[in-house]
């Protein structure tokens, strides 16, 4: 199971701001395409050409990153901090 | 190397958060902040009040990792970054970055370094009241990345290579 987390402008638009997955995607891409699998705004959230930032235990990660069971990921937009 | 990192809802207060950078070190010679301000005015419209939202937790990880990579690349004596986050208004310090170092060189990069490195890594987002009552979250700009990538490619400071007598 992974915790997922979303933050501002995801949040508000998907309607929520976090869920528990008990799926384990292989990585980031993974969960992605399995959130773009809903349809509706979560598609458009999550296309694919989308600047969504994500983050495994709140460090930056790329879309390559491996998955672990008991993972926090976050879904932001590019920030916009300072 | 003592490094403070906070995020707070409380009003930011310059003054008495840049004294703690020297106060009982005499080895600081310098002390260099940045205090970034809320405008009244973005992206050609005028803004009258700003929220600002952050990820818990990951915030400040996000921030200590940006001042210790200026610690490795300058030699500082201590560091200091303190950022608002919920309801801003036009004038409120958003942001202090503050470092002092022995020399003025040190100090001056490793402030620019690490204000571009947050203003591309540490997730903060702001989201903009305009005049008329509508809200919007504000765009990321590509200026912003284009400082901090600036960073990877620069030399090491001559600061850094110097040898004091």
């Known amino acids: 199971m992974i915790k997922v987390l979303y933050f501002a402008s995801l949040k508000e638009r998907l309607g929520r701001a976090d869920e528990t997955l008990q799926e384990v995607p292989p990585t980031i891409a993974a969960l992605r395409e399995l959130l773009v699998s809903r349809g509706g705004v979560w598609s458009e959230v999550f296309a694919e050409d989308r600047p969504v930032l994500a983050a495994v235990n709140q460090e930056m990660a790329t879309a390559e990153r491996a998955l672990q069971p008991d993972d926090e990921v976050g879904f932001f937009p590019p920030v916009t901090g300072g | 190397m003592e490094i403070e990192i906070r995020v707070q809802e409380t009003p930011l207060d310059v003054a008495a958060e840049l004294m703690p950078l020297y106060t009982g070190n005499a080895a600081v010679g310098g002390v260099v902040s940045f205090v970034g301000l809320m405008r009244d005015f973005n992206d050609g419209d005028p803004v009258s009040g700003m ?105 090491p400071a001559p600061a850094t290579r110097r040898v004091t007598p």
């Open chain 2, 51 to 155: 929220t600002l939202e952050h990820y818990p937790g990951m915030t400040e990880k996000a921030l200590r990792a940006i001042v210790d990579e200026a610690a490795a690349r300058w030699e500082l004596l201590r560091a200091r970054v303190v950022h608002r986050v919920g309801q801003v208004w036009p004038q409120d310090p958003i942001v202090l970055v503050a470092v002092a170092s022995a020399h003025r060189g040190e100090a001056f990069r490793a402030c620019e370094f690490i204000i571009d490195y947050l203003k591309t890594r540490a997730p903060f987002w702001k989201r903009e009241q305009t005049a008329d009552g509508r809200t919007r979250w504000v765009e990321a700009r590509a200026s912003d990345d284009a400082a901090a990538d600036n960073w990877q490619t620069a030399e």
